[in-house]
Each structure stands twice: as structure tokens, then as C-alpha cells.
């Protein structure tokens, strides 16, 4: 049975209008916003700091074995170009977690002359043991397993703990870059 040409017309209007009108209702009434957890930690060895941002606290890789210094390292120099093309900077300091230094020369060079702060004990606790932490989610409370050292804190501007990530892989530095995004509304 041959389609009439009103019927055509009208199936090709349907076909073309109707994306369109699903995504100016999507669009008008519905709410696009994401949420990252909030961990119940506050630094408060940061305040004197005087940061207006972010700021991202990492372990400076001193208990690392080379192969996983270079890996951390490799890490560390893709989140390099990615903070610096965001409007709004974290402001990145190191911390020791032990260990007489990294072996792996390029790992040392690259926290020379960058901000340290010495971390209070309950920070260290934080960023050494295989640790599950209760957490605030979109959904309500949760518990969360932390990933395995050297660990990545992120803050938000209020020093409010927001996440926690090891870079010992690219699915754990992928989150950090996304999780910044949406706490910097970038």
C-alpha cells in the first residue's frame, strides 16, 4: 500500500519535530546537575593555606617502588595541562607519607619547589590504610573503599574533603579530572 504524499509529510514532520521537542522539554524541565560525595573530614591544616579555590593534597610518592613512581609520575603529567587550561586553579601541595625518597629522578624533580604541608595524624591515617569511609552521596549515606596508596585528596573551597584517588591507573586520574570539573563548575 503506497504512502500518500500528506501521509509522507507528515510522518517526515513527526520524524524531525519530535527529538526536537523532546529535547526542548528536557531541556526547560529537567535538571541536569551533578553531585560528588563528601567525605566527613574538614583539613584544617590547610587554613593557613589562604587558598580562594580548590585545592588538591597528594602523596609525594616517597615509599614508591620505581615501577609504580613511574607510573605515578606519568600520571601526574597528564594532570598537568589539565589543571592548567581550567579557569579556576586547585592550588596543589605534596605530602610525605614516609619513605627515604623516590628513586626515580624525574619523580624527585618534579616536587622540587613545590608547596608541602605537613599533614595532621588524622589526615596520615587517611592517606596510608586500606580504609572504608562513610560517605555523603547524591544518594544518601554510603560507604566507600578508598583506593590503594599513593592517594590524591581533593578539597573543595571550604576544605571540605571531596574526594579520594590513587594514581596507580588512568580510570582513577579520569575521575579526579571529572569530579573537578563538576566541583569547579568547569
Given at each position: 500500500?503506497?504512502l500518500n504524499k ?10 524531525v519535530?519530535?527529538?526536537?521537542l523532546?529535547f526542548?522539554f528536557l531541556h526547560l524541565f529537567?535538571?541536569?546537575q ?8 574538614q ?7 589562604n587558598?580562594k579555590g580548590?585545592?588538591?593534597v ?6 614508591l ?8 609520575f606519568r600520571?601526574w603529567?597528564?594532570?598537568e595541562p589539565?589543571?592548567a587550561d581550567k ?5 596543589v601541595?605534596s ?7 623516590p628513586s626515580?629522578g624525574?619523580?624527585a624533580n618534579?616536587?622540587?619547589?613545590k608547596k608541602?604541608v ?7 591515617g587517611?592517606?596510608?590504610?586500606d580504609t572504608v569511609l562513610e ?12 583506593p590503594?596508596?599513593?592517594?590524591v ?8 574533603l571531596?574526594g579520594?584517588y590513587?594514581?596507580s591507573n588512568?580510570?582513577y586520574t579520569?575521575t579526579?579530572m ?9
Open positions: 500500500m503506497p500528506k501521509t509522507k509529510t507528515g510522518f517526515l514532520l513527526l520524524l519535530a519530535g527529538p526536537f523532546v526542548l529537567g535538571k541536569n551533578f553531585e560528588i560525595d563528601l567525605y566527613p573530614y583539613a584544617g591544616y590547610l587554613k593557613k593555606l587558598t580548590p585545592v588538591v597528594a602523596d609525594d610518592g616517597r615509599q617502588t620505581d615501577a609504580k613512581a613511574k607510573e605515578y600520571q603529567k597528564r594532570l589539565f589543571f579557569k579556576l586553579k586547585p592550588f601541595v605530602f610525605s607519607s614516609g619513605g627515604a625518597g626515580v624525574s619523580l618534579f616536587w622540587k619547589g608541602r605537613e599533614a595532621d595524624a588524622d589526615f596520615l587517611l592517606a596510608m590504610k560517605t555523603e552521596t547524591a544518594k544518601g549515606p554510603s560507604l566507600k573503599r578508598l590503594p596508596p599513593p592517594r585528596f581533593l578539597f573543595d573551597q571550604k576544605l571540605n571531596r579520594v590513587g594514581l588512568s580510570l579520569d579526579l571529572l569530579e573537578y570539573k563538576i566541583l569547579t563548575n568547569q
